[in-house]
C-alpha cells in the first residue's frame, strides 16, 4: 500500500559512481558502521562517515573511509559534514532500547535538530539523494496494545500517535523529507526499521536492545554461573528483529529506486517471535538452559509489532530474510569476544571514554 505523499515528477537519476562521495551521518553507531563496511565492501572509493562520538568509541573504523567527529545538531558542522556529498544517509540520532526511549524523550526529541540541519544542508550542497532512518516507532501505539498484533502496514502511521518523543520525532522528519522533494525536488527515501541487530553495535550500558541485552545477559548467567535470566515485563510481548546485512542491503535498495521517492516503507523481518522465544534462541547458542525470573514494572514498549512486508515485496520483489536463529548466532559469539576482552581488562568500544 503506497504512503499519500505531495506528489513531484518522478525522475530516473544517473547511476552512482565508484568516486562519487557517500556521507554517512552516525557513521560510528551500529548502521551507519555497517553501512560504511557495506559500500566500502561493494568498491565505494569515498566515504565519509561522520559522529559525534570520539573515534576510540566507534564500532567500526572501515580502512579507507574517512572520519569526521562532528556534532550535526549544530547547522555550521552540518555543511561540513555534507561538502562535495552526492548521497547523504542520516543515520545520526540519539537514541537506544526501550530502556533509554522511554526514560530520555527530550534527548530522543532533540535528534529532530540533526535532521532538520542536515537536510538543509545536504540540499545546498547539491546532494542528489538523501536517506532519512526512520523506525517503527511512529505507528500508532493503539494498534500495538495486543501481543498477537496484525502486522503494520506503512498507512498506520496516520492517525498518529506515535511513541511518545522519538516516534514523533522520527514522525516529523519523515515529514521534512518528504516536503524537501515535493517543494525543493531532493530525491529522499524514508525507511522505517523494525529492531535491527547484529554484530557490532550497543550491548551494555542502557542503550542496547533486546536481542544484544538478552544474548550479554546468557553469556554473563553461564559465566557466573547463576543459571538465572532476569527478563524486562513477561517475556510475551512479541517483535519482529531484522539482521544487520537485511538493513544495509536494503538501504541500498531503497536509496536507488525511484519509485520510493519520499515514501516511507517499512524495514524489517516479518517473523514475529516473543521474548521468550528469543531467550531460547540465545540459550540454544549458549547450550544452556536458564531460570526465567520476571520484571515487570521494568520498560517493555508496546505489547506487540510486527512489520507488514506487503508493500515492499511489491516495490523490490524482495523482503528481509535472514532468521532470527541465522542472525543471533554472529551476533551472541560477536558480544562473548566482547564481555571476555572486557573481563580480561582490555577496553572495548563501550568502555573507552
Ligand atoms: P547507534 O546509537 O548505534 O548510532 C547512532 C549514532 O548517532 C551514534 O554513534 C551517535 O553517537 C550518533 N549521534 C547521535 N547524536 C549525534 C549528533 N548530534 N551528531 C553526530 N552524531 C550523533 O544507533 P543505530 O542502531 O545505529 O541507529 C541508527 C539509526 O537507525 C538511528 O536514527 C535510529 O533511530 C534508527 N533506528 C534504529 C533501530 C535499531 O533497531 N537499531 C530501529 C529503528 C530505527
Known sequence: MKQATTAAPKTQGRKLEEDDLIVIAGGGGFIGGALARYFHDKGFSRIRAVDKK??????????GVECLCLDLSEEANCKVAVRDAVEVYNL????????FIERFRILCLRSILINTHLIEAAYNAGAERYFFASSACVYNTKLQEDPNCRALKESDAYPAFAERGYGWEKLVSEMFCQEYWAERGLKTFIA??????????????GREKAPAAICRKVILAKDSGKKE???????GQTRSFMYIDDCTKGIDTIV???ELIATPINLGRSELISINELVSVAEQIGGVKLKRTYDLSAPKGVAGRNSDNTFIKQVLGWE???SIRKGLKPTYEWIEQQYADRKAGKKTVEDVA
Do not use: E
Open 229 to 235: 535470566i532476569n527478563i524486562w515485563g513477561d517475556g
Open 320 to 322: 528481509p530474510g535472514i
Open 256 to 258: 536507488h529506486t525511484d
Open 92 to 99: 545520526a540520532a540519539d537514541m537506544g532500547g526501550m530502556g
Open 192 to 205: 522505517r526499521f523494525h529492531n535491527v541487530y547484529g554484530p557490532w553495535g550497543t550491548w551494555d550500558g
Open 54 to 63: 570520539p573515534l576510540a568509541n566507534w564500532y567500526q573504523r572501515v580502512p
